[in-house]
């Protein structure tokens, strides 16, 4: 079974300060990847996917990037946080012939 | 962009009542899925569906799609307090990479 790996669970981050938040995919090859946005404890807004090594896709115009340089990791990067950054990120992967994603833990992020 | 949209946004009901959401899209869906997220926690994948009309059930929960797979509902019977959580839809449209998710339901079960 596939499990999705993301750490820290919580972070701290003062503004104007870099970020890097990692994900990492066990029990399968060459996954979609994708990072979402939780603001508030609701909705959840996609920022990115990935297809594969080198390949991203960004869905909303803002202070975030993304990198995959390997097959089953995916970061999500800022050279200078904002307020508005603060929210719930987590990666997800489609898993199995049931369509459905598996989410990671989650990173809780408050930029203060 | 695809949009979808989940009512109501909070339910609070008292243990034993039935509960439903409902959720809606801008577009026809190529398929439907649901997840429930316990307050703290990260959404956990409940169940797909793909054909016009389905119906599925897990124990107490009823999944329906509708016929324009434009809409789908969750019905929970006999609510439990271990139903608390916030219930999302979610679904492709056009893209088969791209997961919308509506805003979710929240349900608080009072004992």
């Known amino acids: 079974s596939q499990t999705i790996h993301q750490w820290p669970a919580t972070l701290v981050q003062p503004v104007g300060s870099p970020l890097s938040l990692e994900c990492t995919v066990e029990?399968?090859?060459?996954?979609?990847l994708y990072w979402y946005r939780q603001a508030a404890g609701r909705g959840l807004q996609l920022l990115f996917y990935?297809?594969?090594?080198?390949?991203i896709s960004s869905e909303v115009p803002q202070n975030l990037s993304a990198s995959r340089p390997q097959d089953r990791q995916f970061i999500l990067s800022s050279k200078k946080l904002l307020l508005s950054d603060s929210g719930f990120y987590l990666c997800?992967?489609?898993?199995?012939?049931?369509?459905?994603?598996?989410f990671g833990s989650g990173t809780r992020l408050t930029v203060v | 962009g695809q949009q979808v949209m989940q009512i109501p946004q909070y339910q609070h009901v008292q243990e034993g009542e039935d509960f439903t959401t409902y959720c809606n899209s801008s577009?026809?869906?190529?398929?439907i899925q649901w997840y429930k997220q316990r307050p703290g926690g990260h959404p956990v994948f409940l169940i797909q569906?793909?054909?016009?009309?389905e119906v599925k059930k897990q124990k107490r929960l009823t999944f329906q799609f509708g016929e324009a797979k434009k809409n789908s509902s969750l019905h929970i019977t006999a609510t439990q307090t271990t139903d608390v959580g916030t219930y999302f839809c979610?679904?492709?449209?056009?893209?088969?990479?791209?997961?919308?998710f509506g805003k979710g339901t929240l349900l608080t079960v009072n004992p």
């Open positions: 029990g399968t090859s060459n996954p979609n």
């Open positions: 569906l793909v054909k016009s009309g």
């Open positions: 979610a679904g492709h449209g056009g893209s088969n990479y791209k997961l919308t």
């Open positions: 577009t026809t869906l190529s398929n």
């Open positions: 997800a992967s489609p898993w199995d012939s049931a369509g459905g994603y598996t």
């Open positions: 990935s297809v594969g090594i080198g390949q």
